[in-house]
């Protein structure tokens, strides 16, 4: 019979680790210090040429701020003061009022024989008196003299009506009745042109005015019987009759409103 083969594993020897091998350290570098760097030489630079010259570009003007509006103001600059210390405000001044007209002895006198003149010119119907006196009125009278200012305006008025310009009439008047507006002279002058002027608005207007200011004046009956002939109804007979006769308070004025409305029937 064959013998037993060995076992493989008991054939093999036993491994053995490597030897180490022992390495010796190295010895210690000795601490020295480096010597810095050495600077790399040099070069010489070269020439450069200059470049051509550029005629520089002009430049937009700048206005600059006056030095006074830089500068700041000692109260700028200067710490708040305290309120308490600070003077009390002075109070503002009223505004100056323009000085009143001054009023002369002489001049008050000639006024008083300008408007005297005026009423003397008006009772005699004198025109060209009336136009020259008024005048001198408006030049005497200050502007705080309304009636007496109202009353020179009208009276022009009138004088511009019985001229045949009546639209230079209603200016007056119109003036007038600014400064007194119920005014009769004004009113009723007003209402005569209008009639001519052919406005029934506004004579309509001028008629109540002189019917709330003055009903019992008797130019507001005359302004009533104009009123009447200009409708053309009953009774226009017997108020022409009236007016050709001066049996009315301005016979002049109502003679033009007639004549007027004459022209316009034709």
């Known amino acids: 019979s064959s013998e037993p083969t060995p076992d493989a594993t008991s054939e093999l020897l036993p491994l053995r680790a490597p030897a180490r091998k022992t390495v010796a350290a190295p010895p210690p570098k000795e601490s020295r210090r480096e010597d810095p760097p050495k600077a790399a030489p040099v070069e010489p630079r070269k020439a450069v040429e200059p470049a051509p010259s550029r005629q520089?570009?002009?430049e937009a003007a700048v206005t600059l701020p006056e030095p006074e509006t830089l500068a700041t103001t000692p109260a700028e600059q200067a710490p708040p003061k305290d309120p308490r210390e600070m003077p009390p405000l002075s109070p503002e001044k009223p505004a100056a009022t323009p000085p009143a007209e001054e009023k002369?002895?002489?001049?008050?006198?000639?006024?008083?024989?300008?408007?005297?003149?005026?009423?003397?010119?008006?009772?005699?119907?004198?025109?060209?008196?009336?136009?020259?006196?008024?005048?001198?009125?408006?030049?005497?009278?200050?502007?705080?003299?309304?009636?007496?200012?109202?009353?020179?305006?009208?009276?022009?008025?009138?004088?511009?009506?019985?001229?045949g310009h009546?639209?230079?009439?209603?200016?007056?008047?119109?003036?007038?009745?600014?400064?007194?507006?119920?005014l009769p002279l004004a009113l009723?002058?007003?209402?005569?042109?209008?009639?001519?002027?052919?406005?029934?608005?506004?004579?309509?207007t001028?008629?109540?005015?002189?019917?709330?200011?003055?009903?019992?004046?008797?130019?507001f009956q005359n302004a009533r019987e104009l009123?009447?002939?200009?409708?053309?109804?009953?009774?226009?007979?017997?108020?022409?009759?009236?007016?050709?006769?001066?049996?009315?308070?301005?016979?002049?004025?109502?003679?033009?409103?007639?004549?007027?409305?004459?022209?316009?029937?034709?």
Do not use: M, W, Y
């Open 227 to 266: 009123a009447l002939f200009a409708e053309g109804g009953r009774g226009s007979r017997a108020v022409f009759g009236a007016i050709e006769s001066g049996q009315v308070a301005d016979p002049g004025l109502s003679k033009a409103v007639v004549a007027a409305l004459k022209r316009r029937r034709k």
């Open 104 to 163: 002369t002895p002489d001049k008050e006198a000639d006024l008083r024989k300008a408007r005297a003149d005026l009423q003397d010119a008006q009772k005699r119907d004198d025109r060209p008196a009336i136009e020259k006196t008024a005048k001198r009125v408006l030049e005497l009278a200050p502007k705080t003299e309304k009636h007496a200012r109202a009353s020179a305006h009208a009276a022009l008025g009138r004088n511009e009506v019985l001229a």
């Open 206 to 219: 001028r008629r109540k005015a002189l019917k709330e200011h003055a009903p019992d004046s008797p130019l």
């Open 188 to 204: 009723f002058g007003s209402f005569c042109g209008a009639l001519i002027l052919d406005d029934p608005t506004l004579a309509e």
């Open 56 to 58: 520089p570009e002009p």
């Open 166 to 182: 009546t639209k230079n009439a209603e200016a007056q008047f119109t003036d007038a009745l600014a400064l007194e507006p119920e």
